[in-house]
């Protein structure tokens, strides 16, 4: 079965600094990977995909995530964090079980950026 | 940019009462989803809906959820009798297509539904 982990509830970084929010997953067969992103009183975001091609993808708001096949994450980052990147952070994997845009998301990390 | 709407924020309910959540996806999109989100747990699919009819459903929606696309721009999820455990934030999504290309989702900000 497809699966993601977020091994962090909460990642706390100061503005300025660069950030990391991990995720790991399981899948069987090339995984579809994206990051969604919730601010308060809002809906999920799409910030960026994985599918295929270069392992570093770019994303909004200065996002990035790499992929790494070997230790299978694909952990999101952003070289200089705003406060304004504080959010809810989701991983998720497309379930190739289906074929409907099935996702299966990640616990969510909590990032909080401080002044 | 676009955005799914969705209505109520919050509905509080009795237990073994219908309640039905609204949703208005973005107007060119052909896919539509539900999802939620228990306090401190994953967000779960629950279903998906396409040309009028579910395309694919978890273990979740089981026969006391239905959902329903009632005219060009509503597509709702109908609970019939609640349960505590429905308790949870639904957030209802929509896309454009489902290729690699276009298969990226847009999410109403939710509807927080507490059963009492």
């Known amino acids: 079965a497809q699966s993601v982990a977020q091994p962090e509830d909460q990642v706390n970084v100061a503005e300025g600094n660069p950030l990391t929010v991990k995720c790991t997953y399981s899948?069987?067969?090339?995984?579809?990977l994206f990051w969604y992103v919730q601010y308060p009183n809002r809906g999920l975001q799409f910030l960026l995909k994985y599918i295929t091609g270069d392992n570093l993808v770019k994303g909004s708001y200065g996002f990035e995530a790499e992929f790494n096949k070997s230790q299978t994450s694909f952990h999101l980052k952003k070289p200089s964090a705003l406060v304004s990147d504080s959010a809810l952070y989701f991983c998720?994997?497309?379930?190739?079980?289906?074929?409907?845009?099935?996702?299966?998301f990640g616990a969510g990390t909590r990032l909080a950026v401080h002044p | 940019e676009p955005e799914v709407t969705q209505t109520p924020s919050h509905q509080v309910t009795q237990m073994g009462q219908e309640v039905i959540l609204r949703c208005v996806p973005i107007?060119?999109?052909?896919?539509f989803y539900w999802y939620r989100q228990i306090l401190g747990q994953k967000v779960e699919f629950l279903v998906s809906f396409y040309n009028n009819e579910i395309s694919e459903k978890s273990e979740i929606f089981d026969d006391q959820f239905s959902v329903e696309r009632p005219d060009g721009s509503n597509f709702t999820l109908k609970i019939r009798s609640t349960k505590l455990e429905d308790s949870a934030m639904y957030f209802c999504a929509s896309s454009e297509g489902i290729s690699t290309t276009n298969e990226k989702l847009f999410f109403g900000s939710g509807t927080q539904l507490s059963v009492l």
């Open positions: 107007s060119n999109h052909l896919y």
């Open positions: 899948v069987s067969g090339n995984p579809y």
């Open positions: 998720a994997v497309r379930d190739h079980s289906g074929g409907y845009n099935k996702l299966i």
